[in-house]
């Protein structure tokens, strides 16, 4: 039995290297897909091959990376993926496309050659975009493909009641982290150092980092904290420069890979999460696992792990200071801080281990594919 898997569009093995993102595919899926299928089959848009990522004899005996053999713009590659690699697709059992934008070749797919489908539905992509013709065309591709999907994956129950009315079947699964490699290390006091607030993602308006640099301005009045920006983004000279002139004590190490993200985590006194809009956030839950205090705006996909009071705190995304008052209480007091630690990670075990999800949508595919 063959498992074919899609990307989002324009999506590839490199693009999630360049984001820090290619060891959650590789280790967390790929790995597991191959005890489970007889060889998987990824549909890349980019010319890469899987030796460039990893060295794993059972992935590169068992995965193909099946790319084109030069750049192609995106759109072209998803029109013509079914036919150029039309032996591929129909040799699948079933295709898993990771997210619904990429569902174009599965569609095509399944009316042409009879193969099944399952996407994630991580987002109302959508939604997202301007309005104007690409957003039209985005609303087009999430209705089609919510409808000749066999099963849709939902990641959160918002969005499993918004792609029941148009999918057949549909499962929440909702993302996960691994909670062996993302795990609380002993915690050091501070001892006079100045309180580490982390943030880990993209430096992008709807992440809302200014915000973010706002508040810890404010905090750093009275109490001293330096501010940590893991990722990258077109808002990273903005925001340096924003730093500078409120003297913000700011880092940014640039893109790290995920598989070494976890001492930045363990380093960290809080984790801040301040965006105006959020699917089912990973590196929320990275955070959590790793037993980090967290501070998150108030939206609809951050309400899904964050319970006031219990599992987090939540802020307005449009109020620094609101976001500086609830950081100064996590700095501040103690045993609210190792409260708030050990039922975030008490929460992402018990609901969210990556290893136990996975299986859940390995027997998903396999029951479509029989099917």
Request: with cysteine; proline share 7%; hydrophobic share 45%.
């Amino acid at each position: 039995m063959i498992l074919g898997l899609l990307p989002a569009l324009g999506g590839g093995i490199r693009e999630l290297a360049r984001t820090g993102q290619a060891a959650r595919l590789l280790d967390g899926y790929m790995a597991r897909y191959v005890h489970d299928f007889d060889r998987v089959r990824y549909f890349s848009y980019l010319t890469e091959s899987l030796g460039d990522f990893t060295y794993d004899p059972a992935l590169l005996a068992r995965v193909d990376v099946v790319a084109p053999d030069r750049p192609l713009s995106r759109g072209w590659r998803a029109a013509t993926l079914p036919w150029t690699e039309g032996p591929a697709l129909r040799s699948c059992a079933v295709l898993r496309v990771f997210q619904i934008t990429g569902a174009v070749p599965a569609i095509v797919a399944g009316a042409r050659y009879g193969v099944p489908y399952v996407t994630t539905y991580g987002f109302s992509y959508a939604q997202l975009s301007q309005p104007g013709p690409r957003r039209l065309l985005k609303a087009i591709v999430e209705r089609v493909g919510l409808r000749r999907a066999a099963a849709v994956i939902a990641t959160t129950e918002s969005l499993r009641a918004r792609a029941a009315r148009l999918a057949r079947e549909v499962h929440l699964v909702p993302n996960g982290v691994d909670t062996r490699r993302f795990a609380p290390r002993p915690a050091a006091t501070r001892r006079g150092r100045p309180a580490c607030i982390l943030y880990v993602g993209r430096f992008a308006p709807e992440k809302n980092v200014q915000t973010l640099v706002a508040a810890t301005a404010r905090l750093a009045r009275w109490l001293p904290a330096r501010l940590v920006l893991v990722g990258a983004g077109p808002l990273e000279p903005t925001l340096r420069e924003q730093a500078r002139a409120a003297g913000v004590d700011v880092e940014f190490p640039g893109v790290v890979p995920q598989e070494r993200l976890p001492p930045y985590y363990t380093a960290a006194d809080a984790f801040v999460l301040a965006s105006f809009t959020e699917g089912h956030p990973k590196v929320l839950l990275e955070a959590m696992a790793a037993g980090v205090p967290c501070v998150a705006s108030d939206c609809e996909g951050n309400r899904s792990l964050v319970t006031e009071g219990a599992t987090g705190l939540l802020f307005d995304p449009r109020r620094a200071d609101e976001l500086a008052d609830r950081l100064a209480s996590v700095l501040t007091d103690v045993p609210l801080a190792e409260q708030l630690a050990r039922a975030g990670r008490a929460l992402v075990v018990a609901r969210y281990d990556l290893g136990t999800l996975v299986g859940t949508e390995v027997a998903l595919l396999r029951k479509i594919a029989a099917a």
